[in-house]
DNA sequence: ATAGGTTTTGTCAAGCTTTTGTACAT
DNA sequence: ATGTACAAAAGCTTGACAAAACCTAT
């Protein structure tokens, strides 16, 4: 597919099979809400950019949460992100971040972070810094190029800065979901931060963290009726022993599971998270 | 029961549940004695506040220890408590903070200990709000009146805010302290209360969170020149089955152990510190 | 700013299935109790916000502890949750600070400072939100384009903060600062922000605030043993003549200047602090 | 404790308007 | 492609009603 970058070269077909939304409703939209403002070829016909596809996908997303279109359609006009900001390169901050937390250096690594969050937004400072961060750690860990003790000190740190940005995410208006990591297990990092991303989309997040138990999940999802449940596994065995609960529990909630152990659940029907948690936010909303 | 704050809410009917008096009776001994002054609605229904109910309760209990209904009322409207806990009173926050997140109701547990925060030091927070409530959430949950989806969400939020304060704690001149969990204890809430209160008094906190092998603790010591290694632990046996390799860490460095299971280790000649952390880290300063 | 709760986006449908309460009853209380106050659409059709939800919620929380609905209401709009607001750039939460207490909203300017605090450190909220915006509300006030009631709204509500984030800076083991405003200077702020910031480096503050003379200070440098003495000074004039008796007391104990004024005291051989009390601060430990 | 009247509050209905997806004619 | 039309769905206002809860006075 070729990437649609700058200007108007979708015909409205092409935008309405892309954006699964008919070329009647698109041109309505047009009309009454402003939506869209495609340029024109000689002849008349609109042309539509890769900006404009996302502008209707928006749209839908708003629209299936439940508001009305003229509402939708505001909001998604409102939405436009104007352009990637330049940060001072991911990378020198990454790498920054690590030897920090590798020293015990609890001040400097609070610094690079707070660097990174004044320079970007707080989604990219997840993808770019966090969890690239945690990715490597996860593997110098897994090569035992580092200690225990490090791996511990980081994740405190950053335990204490995502929980901190995750403040006030019970708070609002959206659709609620339940987080919550497998039985036994304990690495909640990518979890927060998937439900920071998942907040800043307008949801409401649950949190119950590590190690839970399903019928307590199932209990929290009833309570608070969510309208979505969120389970991460970090091994895959302990997912493969509780496919037929997690199958029950689906039929129940929409259900998905997410971490590097949730494949096998693929196998058993159920939705599956393979990309980066901030990524898969955005794809869920 | 729920706060009912400063003013008149409650209705004659709600007072009545409430007090375990029936409604004409609270209007008799209104006229008769004076008991109480409601406020009254626009349409002339009576509005009590919690004081009202609080003061029906005396009248109550006077009642029943014999006194005559005249005396009674004089009495109970004679004990009127001058600052019946205004608003902010620590048992109210607490009561207020346990049914918030005992109603998975995050944002309104936040509100709660903004309010704390706003009022008095950190200390105080820590040692009458949090740990308190940690203390009750225990009791509660081994009498299984708490489910552990309640007791993860609580934890979450409280880690949330624990960490928050602990933003920084790294930083400074002073002498290190290097903080963790006995391998396999996952309960670390009142070691970062405990690390926060060290931190307001000048150390310098080297976290490393639960469950961390005493090999990497000596490590991060080592590494970080520490003046003082806390360890935490929940359950006696696992304290038990470690105290040769204890005394041996308390040989290189000045080493206290904490927490509800550190008890056996006292025998062993180790030290250990049995209050609540604030007070402890107060004394170890 | 993709989660815009702030505007009205709900249909009363959408805002009933999200509130479990019937449209009916939506519009009975807010007939009745004025509990929601929707935009309308150019129609006339309500549109509610997230903070409605919220509102609607508590109503439905205190209708069942037993309240009437007349008082559940009433309760329910007084409690007001401050802000929700999601993640912002610090320049937007600078902007959003000053618009706040340009109004004098003083909720909404303590929720701005909550999020600050949440999301980064102590150094760092300092740096990047209050000392900017007190210097942007310095060079209004010189141009005339503030009055004294704002200065005075805003400096009230910024010192209890600071004073806040003070509080037990005196506790500890550190080497301990003495602060203080020369005389007749009135300005504490930036002083209290680098007692602060000291603080965070370890250091005990002693902190005797605006209008000290230096007798005073003197005596209490010399009392708490004190390693470094630091001064404030506004006005360049009051600096020169007292230049004199500075010098003496820099004879006696390690001191150093800060504010706008301080300039006049370094031709005469003494330290002066020109940066912003943060910075200063980290140099100085 | 009862009687007789009042207030409060959730629900419903009638009649009309707005919103919005789709269809059709030009 | 444009403009108009249309009908279903969702909202709005006014008014009313009945059950529950309260009031005063006896």
């Given at each position: 597919?070729p990437?649609?970058?700058?200007?108007?070269?979708?015909?409205?077909?092409?935008?309405?099979?892309?954006?699964?939304?008919?070329?009647?409703?698109?041109?309505?939209?047009?009309?009454?809400?402003?939506?869209?403002?495609?340029?024109?070829?000689?002849?008349?016909?609109?042309?539509?950019?890769?900006a404009?596809?996302?502008?209707?996908?928006?749209?839908r997303?708003?629209?299936?949460?439940?508001?009305?279109?003229a509402?939708?359609?505001?909001?998604?006009?409102?939405?436009?992100?104007?352009?990637?900001?330049?940060a001072?390169?991911?990378?020198?901050?990454?790498?920054?971040?690590?030897?920090?937390?590798?020293?015990?250096?609890?001040?400097?690594?609070?610094?690079?972070?707070?660097?990174?969050?004044?320079?970007?937004?707080?989604?990219?400072?997840?993808?770019?810094l966090?969890?690239?961060?945690?990715?490597?750690?996860?593997?110098?860990?897994?090569?035992?190029?580092?200690?225990?003790?490090?791996?511990?000190?980081?994740?405190?740190?950053?335990?204490?800065?995502?929980?901190?940005?995750?403040?006030?995410?019970?708070?609002?208006m959206?659709?609620?979901?339940?987080?919550?990591?497998?039985?036994?297990?304990?690495?909640?990092?990518?979890?927060?931060?998937?439900?920071?991303?998942?907040?800043?989309?307008?949801?409401?997040?649950?949190?119950?963290?590590?190690?839970?138990?399903?019928?307590?999940?199932?209990?929290?999802?009833?309570?608070?009726?969510?309208?979505?449940?969120?389970?991460?596994?970090?091994?895959?065995?302990?997912?493969?022993?509780?496919?037929?609960?997690l199958?029950?529990l689906?039929?129940?909630?929409?259900?998905?599971?997410?971490?590097?152990?949730?494949?096998?659940?693929?196998?058993?029907?159920?939705?599956?998270?393979?990309?980066?948690?901030?990524?898969?936010?955005a794809?869920?909303?």
């Open positions: 597919m990437d649609v970058a700058g200007e108007g070269v979708l015909r409205i077909g092409e935008l309405s099979k892309r954006s699964g939304v008919s070329a009647e409703l698109l041109r309505a939209w047009e009309r009454r809400y402003g939506l869209l403002e495609p340029q024109r070829s000689a002849g008349g016909l609109r042309l539509y950019s890769g404009d596809v996302d502008r209707v996908r928006r749209m997303r708003h629209l299936a949460t439940g508001l009305a279109a509402e939708a359609a505001a909001l998604a006009r409102r939405e436009e992100t104007p352009a990637p900001a330049p001072n390169s991911p990378a020198t901050l990454r790498a920054e971040l690590a030897d920090a937390l590798a020293s015990f250096d609890e001040p400097r690594a609070q610094a690079v972070i707070d660097q990174a969050l004044a320079a970007t937004t707080v989604d990219t400072m997840l993808a770019e966090i969890l690239p961060y945690l990715h490597e750690l996860g593997d110098r860990w897994q090569r035992g190029e580092t200690t225990i003790a490090h791996e511990h000190f980081a994740s405190g740190i950053l335990r204490g800065r995502l929980l901190g940005l995750a403040r006030g995410w019970g708070l609002g959206g659709p609620a979901a339940v987080l919550a990591c497998l039985p036994a297990e304990q690495h909640d990092l990518g979890l927060i931060a998937f439900g920071v991303a998942l907040r800043a989309r307008g949801w409401r997040i649950v949190y119950l963290g590590p190690d839970t138990p399903l019928d307590t999940v199932e209990e929290a999802a009833r309570e608070t009726r969510a309208e979505l449940v969120m389970l991460s596994a970090a091994l895959p065995e302990r997912v493969r022993a509780l496919v037929p609960r199958r029950a689906a039929g129940r909630h929409r259900l998905v599971l997410g971490g590097p152990g949730a494949e096998p659940a693929r196998a058993a029907g159920l939705t599956v998270l393979a990309g980066d948690p901030v990524a898969e936010a794809a869920l909303s």
